[in-house]
Nanobody, 128 residues
Framework: QVQLAESGGGLVQPGGSLRLSCALS????????LSWFRQAPEKEREFVAA????????DYLDSVKGRFTISRDNDNNMVYVQMNRLKPEDTAVYYC?????????????????????WGQGTQVTVAS
């Protein structure tokens, strides 16, 4: 079983930047398709970005495209999301997720139920 642990959340002003990190342990990160989801209060968990096992293929929610960048470091078992030009509507708990059976491609898969392993989440608050 793989375990995931997010870090890097916090309070940032609109227009600011944050970099979230997710550390994988228990099994090699290279075995897994990896993604970031987010969940705002009273809303469903929402896909943000995904990255293939090799890192060559990425997929993004339209509203974060051009502002967020997902990346991974398989040697160090890490996945990241660099978030720039943050907006108040980006406020949410951010989760990283992993699955060893998925193939990432533009447009999908994007359902939370597609992913088998989750971290505990890290809060991102965008406010002035």
């Amino acid at each position: 079983q793989v375990q995931l642990a997010e870090s890097g959340g916090g309070l940032v002003q609109p227009g600011g930047s944050l970099r979230l990190s997710c550390a994988l342990s228990g099994r090699p990160a290279g075995m897994y398709a990896l993604s970031w989801f987010r969940q705002a209060p009273e809303k469903e968990r929402e896909f943000v970005a995904a990255i293939s096992r090799t890192g060559f293929i990425t997929d993004y929610l339209d509203s974060v495209k051009g502002r967020f960048t997902i990346s991974r470091d398989n040697d160090n078992n890490m996945v990241y999301v660099q978030m720039n030009r943050l907006k108040p509507e980006d406020t949410a708990v951010y989760y990283c997720a992993a699955d060893e059976h998925l193939s990432v491609y533009s447009g999908g898969p994007r359902k939370a139920s597609d992913y088998g392993f989750w971290g505990q989440g890290t809060q991102v608050t965008v406010a002035s």
